[in-house]
């Protein structure tokens, strides 16, 4: 539980976190039903229930200088960090106009202006990545802080624990976020980890580590804050933030290793209504409010399913560009 | 605001599937993610998710019904929402959202590979096809020569190709009797080749078109001539010359060789076309692409007609060379040509050549460029002809045809014409090579 | 001109690029304090400092993941790998990230990083310390591939890699570091993607790359001894491939040996013969041949190992086939 209150940030700052994390949740499940009628293929993971988190790290950054990287599930992240909904939508099409050309689908989405470095569908593999993009910013001195997410799956490849002792004895400017959505594709994390307490095994990294609720947005951001601070004086720190996935793993997933009961206990803690009540409690937020809200996310996103149909398949040619620089 | 809801693709293989029933009824209302309906598909029964926090509005498909993958199974939204609209475009022909136009031009990547993989399995599926044919319907495929040609590299088959040699009658150095460039080489430079005919030949059918096999020789002349006509642009030039003085100077040859020998005529015309020649450089040269080569002696080759093809033995330096002479060294060299064979220096590097078919009554004719030369005189038969005299009678008189063929890479109309000119001054009037 | 180890040739283009250009630092095991494993970064440290001359701990994955994302942030990486065996285990990072960075974000990034060090077999070092890796990086799209075979090349051709915006694998060999050759003394680039006919000759085309260069000399001059003109091509780039110019020389002498080091499936040598074979197929006067590394892993023993790469008298082997002479 947070240790601040609404009440120690402007309105605004909640009323857009709130905004955001709706998007995400009406974007996520139009996607889904995209995906139902074929109008996106492959590997498609949805980031339905861990909104809060994505939404709250990303708020605490400054993106003219800080950087963000993260998995495959990653429409959430693009998203908080102000990617176009069309373009992402676009991308799940795989039309040209999606944010990577069409190129690189659900797991790639990009956007380098945004200073979003993607998506990666190798498990683990943008933990290294984002290592250096913070050697690149304490190199260049640039004040900027990278903010690297990861599942609670990666917590254990070995690319994240050189990562991790590379960013302690060079002091880089990085916080890595383990979103343990507690299922690592069909995987229950305590079966796989020999320490379930994550903060605990970055400590014996020297690094930072923070615990967080992943579902109460409060203390994501309270948390990020810190976290970010302390990167940006040099000291890189992890995050734990406990949250869980509503879908499956993947489009495919039957999802056969955990109960409905178990999905329906967490929805009651669903972060966004969470955030919500909170809000009206404080009378932050009427219900006039919120129908603006959900009626604006709802028509960005059929916005951007009609805008993703519209736009053109990439042509032939397409196949060898972006290849090389 | 409502919208219709679709039968989605609960598996990655389904394509349709049976509403086995409905966990909300109408007006109830749900949260995103709550069991809106079970689905029986191909393999086992899936559960429907709601796929946002709305109202059911309308069951369109119920339970026991079967909906292909984006069919319209319901309506739903906020409670209270107008679903007539929504009825109405369902009714009214329902094709599913029109795809966004392309166009043909702008063919989507998509359509490429559907394309490409249709072609595969036509494709796979003619093969199998094949595979399957009765035995009779193979043999059509059996080649009809039993003898099979034997292995060659790459690029003998490309030169035997190029020199017309027909490679079963080549023997083979490499491994396993591989024909290799060498093998062709050899081949083509052997003078008697040709009678060797491979037992091949011998069991054709009756039926067959006759294969003569190409000489070496014959192989030379097939290269050699067609890389000059079809890299040469040739054209023509042809005068109608009197020659009358020439037959008379041959006559006075003789007399005063005090023999009966005279010399012969296309001596006397490759001396003429010498002295013309050294009058006219610019006819006495080679095009050799990044420059053009003018020659300083005046080689004439003379084409002669041997029993296994063409030879075209040079008699060197000819403007400084008598009738005579030029006569005894040219009679010498198609004598050594008919029983020893020329060596490549007595035959090659002609700088200008001389045709004759005057023998066999032709009367004119168009000649291949002899290269390394540029120019080449054909020469047809003489005959009497009545030719309009200066004073205005008629004549008869001993006509020849000559047509000058120029590769006009190196030699131009105008060129070719005044050297043609002066050639045919000289067959006319003999005597002007000496003014 | 002075003559310089194929190292000294490497130190030099790197220590210049350094100075040229901020942005460009060295991380790798043992670059900075120890000067490099084989001595290449030798000096680098004293006059650059640790930020630029980074000594990482064994961590092969972790760093060249590293160096990508410093990549695409702005600098240009030079990522030594004590050797390319070492490099499997960055595999991942190379293949999955750097090459395909800037495809999958549609063109958004670049990826301007160097992966340099020794690769190929080397002497006594036994099976998982002396192979040769060319064609894992060569199979790569996305990736450019250099394989320098003399000092010159070695310095004009890391010049090129670490200027280059794409990721560049660099191939030297631990045999080479210490091969002496001439060196302009000039600032000079080789430009990655253009061959060098190293020896021209109009009877058979020898094409190799890296260390295999100098014995394929060796039978060139061999062969010359018996009046054969082997003309030699050296590939400098693997990937871009220098393709018209091998096609221009077996055109012009019918005949072609590929050599090269590695094992003979799915190889480099293996892709070139290939090529060789299917756009010369007309002017071929014999089959291709690859003159390759054995198919075994490599032994300890000395006879064995030499046994186990391509040699001159090989190569020799191999003329007396594509010229149809056992005379040789």
């Known amino acids: 539980m947070s240790s601040i209150s609404l009440n120690d940030y402007p309105k605004d700052t909640w009323l857009r976190m709130l905004k955001t994390m709706q998007l995400i949740r009406t974007f996520e499940e139009k996607a889904g039903q995209m995906y139902g009628l074929r109008k996106i293929g492959g590997f498609c993971h949805l980031y339905t229930g861990q909104e809060a988190v994505a939404t709250g790290m990303i708020s605490a950054l400054d993106l003219e200088k800080d950087y963000v990287l993260t998995a495959y599930r990653d429409h959430g992240h693009a998203l908080a960090c102000g990617i176009d909904p069309k373009a992402a939508m676009a991308e799940l099409f795989g039309k040209v106009t999606g944010v990577s050309r069409g190129k690189g689908g659900s797991m790639h989405f990009f956007d380098a202006k945004r200073h979003f470095l993607g998506g990666n569908g190798i498990v683990g593999a943008q933990i290294p990545v984002a290592t250096g993009v913070a050697y690149a910013q304490h190199y260049q001195k640039t004040g900027g802080v990278t903010l690297c997410f990861f599942g609670d799956g990666a917590f254990h490849q070995g690319a994240l624990h050189e990562s991790f002792n590379l960013a302690r004895i060079w002091n880089l400017p990085i916080v890595y976020v383990v979103e343990n959505n507690q299922w690592g594709m069909g995987t229950n994390w305590k079966k796989v980890s020999a320490n379930p307490d994550f903060a605990e095994t970055a400590k014996a990294y020297s690094m930072k580590g923070y615990v967080c609720d992943g579902l109460d947005i409060l203390d994501v951001y309270q948390t990020a804050q810190e976290a970010v601070a302390s990167a940006r004086n040099g000291e890189p720190a992890f995050i734990e933030a406990r949250t869980y996935r509503y879908k499956g793993h993947s489009m495919s997933d039957p999802q056969k290793y955990r109960t409905r009961e178990e999905v329906d206990a967490y929805k009651q803690r669903d972060a966004i209504l969470l955030l919500k009540s909170r809000l009206e409690a404080a009378n932050m937020l009427s219900q006039e409010d919120w129908d603006t809200i959900v009626a604006l996310c709802e028509t960005a996103v059929d916005e951007a399913v009609s805008f993703a149909e519209k736009s053109p398949e990439p042509a032939p040619g397409e196949l060898f560009t972006d290849i090389f620089a | ?435 | 001109m002075s003559e310089l180890t194929y190292r000294e040739a490497l130190n030099r283009a790197m220590d210049e690029e350094m100075a040229r250009d901020g942005n460009v630092f060295i991380i790798g095991e043992e670059v900075g304090e120890y000067d490099g494993a084989y001595k290449v970064s030798k000096g680098l440290l004293a006059k650059y400092g640790p930020e630029r001359v980074r000594d990482t701990p064994i961590a092969e994955l972790g760093f060249t993941g590293l160096g990508v994302g410093a990549a695409i942030a702005g600098l240009r990486p030079v990522v030594e790998w004590m050797t390319h065996n070492f490099a499997l285990l960055a595999l991942d990072q190379v293949v999955n990230n750097a090459a395909k960075m800037r495809q999958m974000s549609g063109g958004q990034l670049k990826v301007p990083v160097v992966f340099r060090g020794p690769n190929g077999p080397a002497e006594y070092l036994a099976a998982q310390h002396s192979q040769s890796f060319a064609a894992y990086w060569a199979h790569v799209p996305g990736l450019k591939v250099v394989a320098p075979a003399t000092p010159a090349d070695a310095y004009g051709l890391l010049k090129s890699a670490i200027r280059d915006d794409n990721p560049v694998v660099v191939l030297e060999a631990e045999m080479m570091y210490s091969w002496k050759g001439e060196v302009p003394d000039h600032e000079y680039l080789v430009p990655i993607g253009k061959a060098n006919i190293v020896r021209e000759g109009s009877d058979l085309t020898l094409i190799t790359f890296s260390k295999p260069l100098r014995v394929t000399l060796e039978a060139a001059e061999a062969l010359a001894q018996k009046g054969i003109q082997a003309e030699v091509i050296d590939l400098r780039s693997i990937r871009p491939l220098d393709e018209e110019t091998l096609y221009a020389s077996v055109r012009k002498t019918g005949r072609c040996i590929v050599i090269d080091e590695a094992w003979p499936m799915a190889s480099v040598g293996s892709h070139v013969a290939w090529l060789i074979s299917k756009n010369c197929f007309d002017t071929l006067d014999a089959q291709v041949e690859l003159v390759s590394g054995e198919d075994v892993p490599m032994p300890y023993n000395h006879g064995l190992e030499l046994l186990a790469q391509p040699s001159a008298p090989k190569i020799i082997d191999a003329a007396k086939k594509v010229l149809y002479r056992e005379d040789l």
């Open chain 2, 1 to 435: 605001m409502a919208e219709i809801i679709y039968m989605t693709a609960l598996s990655p293989t389904m394509t349709e599937g049976t509403i086995a029933r409905w966990k909300k009824s109408e007006g109830d209302s749900f949260a995103s993610g709550d069991l809106l309906l079970e689905v029986e598909t191909d393999k086992a029964s899936m559960d429907y998710e709601a796929p946002k926090s709305a109202s059911l509005l309308k069951i369109l498909l119920p339970a026991g019904g079967k909906a292909k993958v984006g069919d319209p199974i319901g309506i739903i939204g906020k409670k209270g929402d107008d679903i007539e609209g929504l009825m109405a475009s369902l009714t009214k022909k329902s094709q599913p959202a029109s795809e966004p136009e392309t166009s043909p031009a702008q063919q989507p990547a998509t359509q490429v590979i559907q394309d490409v993989s249709a072609r595969l399995d036509a494709a796979i599926e003619s093969h199998n096809a094949k595979e399957t044919l009765p035995p009779a319907a193979k043999d059509v495929f059996t080649p009809v020569s039993p003898v099979s040609v034997p292995p060659s590299s790459p690029l003998a088959r490309k030169l035997a190709k190029e020199l017309g040699i027909d490679l079963r009658a080549v023997k083979g150095s490499g491994p396993q009797g591989r024909v290799v460039k060498r093998d062709v080489e050899t081949f083509a430079a052997s003078p008697r080749t040709q009678t060797a005919q491979p037992d091949v030949l011998v069991s054709q059918p009756q039926s067959a078109p006759a294969k003569i096999p190409v000489s070496g020789k014959r192989a030379v002349i097939a290269r050699r001539l067609s890389e000059s006509f079809f890299t040469a642009p040739h054209y023509y030039l042809k005068k109608k010359v009197s020659a009358e003085k020439l037959l008379a100077l041959r006559q006075f040859s003789a007399e005063l060789a005090q023999s009966t020998e005279k010399a012969s005529l296309n001596a006397l015309l490759m001396k003429l076309a010498a002295e013309a020649l050294k009058r006219h450089p610019e006819i006495n040269v080679h095009f050799a692409s990044d420059y053009i080569e003018q020659f300083t002696a005046t080689d004439i080759a003379l084409a002669v007609a041997l029993d296994d093809g063409l030879i075209t033995p040079v008699v060197r330096d000819c403007a400084n060379k008598s009738v005579r002479q030029i006569d005894t060294e040219m009679k010498a060299l198609i004598e050594k040509a008919r029983t020893k064979g020329l060596a490549p220096s007595e035959y090659e590097g002609g700088t200008f050549t001389i045709t004759n078919l005057g023998s066999f009554g032709i009367d004119e004719f168009t000649a291949i460029i002899n290269p390394p030369g540029s120019a080449i005189l054909a020469v047809g038969a003489i005959k009497k002809e009545a030719v309009p005299q200066e004073d205005g009678s008629i004549g008869i008189v001993s006509m020849m045809t000559l047509t000058l063929g120029c590769d006009h890479r190196s030699i131009d109309g105008a060129v070719g014409a005044r050297f043609l000119r002066d050639l045919a001054l000289y067959i006319e009037e003999p005597a002007s090579v000496l003014l």
